[in-house]
C-alpha cells in the first residue's frame, strides 16, 4: 500500500480565516513533505519533517506553519493567507531511512485544491 | 546548481510510442524518476531509475539514462487516450537528513484518437 491521504479535497477561504490541511499514511514513513503546486507547473517544495522533526523549511512566508504531532500525520495550519496562495498543496512521504538512499523515493497524496478569496 | 530540464509539448495519435525526455544536471549518484500527473490529480509515480543503470522496462515503460549526456527518457508504449497528462522528470539531491526532488517543467503529452 503507498496510499497518502489528504483531506480536504477542496477548501475556499477569505483572507482573515485559519483553517488547516491534513495528510496522513500508514506506510511508516519517516520523512514527510509539503508542496505547493500552480497550475501547469511542477511542485515547489515547502517544507520537510524527517523524524517529525522539521528539517527543511524553504524559506516559506509565516502564515504556513507546518505541524507533525506524529510519525503518521502532517498538518499545514494557514492563518492571513492572500490570493496568490491559491493552488494546489500537495503532501509526500518517503521511507526516510538515510542509508538506503532508495527510500527516499516519495509518494504523493491526491492534494488538497485551495481558493483565497 | 541542479537542474532537470523537459520541453514542455508533446502530441501524438493512439496506438504509437511516446518518447519523453528529460536532462540534468547533477553528477553525483542519484535517483532519476518519472511522475504522472492527469488533470486535478496528484503526482503518480510511474517509475525510477539508479544513476548507475542504462535501463528499465515496466510493462508498457522503458526508461533509457545515458549518464555520459545526463539524459533520461520515457517511452510509452502503444499510447492510449489515458496517457494523457502532464509527465514530470525529477532528480534525487541528497542531504545530510535526506533528500530532495528537483522537478523539471512538466511535459504535457495529448494523446489524439
Known sequence: DTEVTQTPKHLVMGMTNKKSLKCEQHMGHRAMYWYKQKAKKPPELMFVYSYEKLSINESVPSRFSPECPNSSLLNLHLHALQPEDSALYLCASSQGTVTDRGGETQYFGPGTRLLVL | ?113
Not at chain 2, 20 to 48: F, H, M, R, V
Not at chain 2, 58 to 79: G, M, P
Request: proline content about 2%; overall charge negative; some cysteine.
Open chain 2, 1 to 113: 546548481g541542479e537542474d532537470v530540464e523537459q520541453s514542455l509539448f508533446l502530441s501524438v495519435r493512439e496506438g504509437d510510442s511516446s518518447v519523453i525526455n528529460c536532462t540534468y544536471t547533477d553528477s553525483s549518484s542519484t535517483y532519476l524518476y518519472w511522475y504522472k500527473q492527469e488533470p486535478g490529480a496528484g503526482l503518480q509515480l510511474l517509475t525510477y531509475i539508479f544513476s548507475n543503470m542504462d535501463m528499465k522496462q515496466d510493462q508498457r515503460l522503458t526508461v533509457l539514462l545515458n549518464k555520459k549526456d545526463k539524459h533520461l527518457s520515457l517511452r510509452i508504449a502503444d499510447t492510449q487516450t489515458g496517457d494523457s497528462a502532464i509527465y514530470f522528470c525529477a532528480e534525487m539531491v541528497f542531504y545530510n537528513q535526506g533528500g530532495k526532488l528537483i522537478f523539471g517543467q512538466g511535459t504535457e503529452l495529448s494523446v489524439k484518437p
